[in-house]
């Protein structure tokens, strides 16, 4: 049972065009966390989000968490191409619970 | 070391044959955790160790995987009989402890396993 949900799963787009993935869980973690993963390597974390109505900047990225503490968009401004990647959701509760993630590709 | 430390980075196993991937993790690290990740899908839990104490082991799959972390640093993921099902990216994370202490989780680069 996926506890998060990702949408959308593909999303291209040209360079310096903007982007938003979405995060929905249906339930509340101790904290939700953003990953990035590369082909052929593991997730690295990007943000951790942990109060309701929390939003953290990270250079052209922008995470906002929502009040209820259950969903979570990634904004990313000026897309490069080194922000291709699949990006990852996931609730911790001591261990991670990931949604399926959004695969972002980014033309030049 | 500078990071987690997965070996092998792929492995191709018959149908039937036992395998075991070795985790090292960050040094000092406590918790250490083991995922299976199906292509185009998100990591799933597995299993997760306090030092050498296996607190949490209700996402094995089955009884032919079994994990140990004998002296709460390295850790091995075995699987035993493997199946076609069993093929996927096995990847290990370490933090200093967990939840919001936990200070971040650094994964590995993974086992790609292939079962044929």
């Known amino acids: 049972t996926q506890l998060l949900e990702q949408s959308p799963q593909f999303l291209s787009i040209q360079e310096g065009e903007n982007l938003t993935v979405y995060c929905n869980s249906s339930?509340?973690?101790?904290?939700l966390q953003w990953y990035r993963q590369e082909p052929g390597e593991g997730p690295v974390l990007l943000v951790t989000?942990?109060?309701?109505?929390e939003v953290k900047k990270l250079k052209r990225l922008t995470f906002q968490f929502g009040d209820a503490r259950k969903d979570s968009s990634l904004h990313i401004t000026a897309a490069q191409t080194g922000d291709t990647g699949l990006y990852l959701c996931a609730g911790d509760d001591y261990k991670l619970s990931f949604g399926a993630g959004t695969t972002v590709t980014v033309r030049a | 070391g500078a990071g987690v430390s997965q070996s092998p980075r792929y492995k191709v196993a018959k149908r039937g044959q036992d395998v075991a991937l070795r985790c090292d993790p960050i040094s000092g690290h406590v918790s250490l955790f083991w995922y299976q990740q199906a292509l185009g899908q998100g990591p799933e839990f597995l299993t997760y160790f306090q030092n050498e104490a296996q607190l949490d082991k209700s996402g094995l799959p089955s009884d032919r995987f079994f994990a140990e972390r004998p002296e709460g640093s390295v850790s091995t993921l075995k699987i035993q009989r493997t199946q076609q099902e069993d093929s996927a990216v096995y990847l290990c994370?370490?933090?200093?402890?967990?939840?919001?202490?936990?200070?971040?989780?650094?994964f590995g680069s993974g086992t790609r396993l292939t079962v044929v």
């Open positions: 339930s509340v973690f101790s904290s």
């Open positions: 994370a370490s933090s200093f402890s967990t939840g919001l202490t936990s200070g971040g989780y650094t």
């Open positions: 989000v942990v109060t309701g109505g």
